[in-house]
Nanobody, 127 residues
Framework: QVQLVESGGGLVQPGGSLRLSCAAS????????WYWVRQAPGKGLEWVSV????????YYADSVKGRFTISRDNAKNTLYLQMNSLKSEDTAVYYC????????????????????WGQGTQVTVSS
């Protein structure tokens, strides 16, 4: 049974940090490209970052570049997103997702564009 479970979200003040995790099971974690996608209140899905199967290739949306870091631990079947210097505009539900082969588009209209996805974790940046 395929499962992706995000954790680590919460309430943080502007300028603060959070680390999100995505624990996966039910498939071979290391064979997939992994993504973080977010959805702010009242807005559509926004692609945030992607990491290659071995972790050597990463890309970021301009809105998070230099502040967020995606990483993975294939031995632990876990994906991470380290978020620093958080801003109010980072407030969103964050989803992890994967695909067997890279999805090159950064336009996300539905999580079903990916092979598997989680239920999301809420991140709220507010003073």
């Amino acid at each position: 049974q395929v499962q992706l479970v995000e954790s680590g979200g919460g309430l943080v003040q502007p300028g603060g940090s959070l680390r999100l995790s995505c624990a996966a099971s039910g498939f071979t974690f290391s064979k997939y490209w992994w993504y973080w996608v977010r959805q702010a209140p009242g807005k559509g899905l926004e692609w945030v970052s992607v990491i290659s199967t071995a972790g050597g290739i990463t890309y970021y949306a301009d809105s998070v570049k230099g502040r967020f870091t995606i990483s993975r631990d294939n031995a632990k079947n876990t994906l991470y997103l380290q978020m620093n210097s958080l801003k109010s505009e980072d407030t969103a539900v964050y989803y992890c997702a994967n695909s067997r082969y890279i999805r090159t588009t950064v336009v996300v209209t539905a999580l079903s564009q990916y092979d598997n996805w989680g239920q999301g974790t809420q991140v709220t940046v507010s003073s």
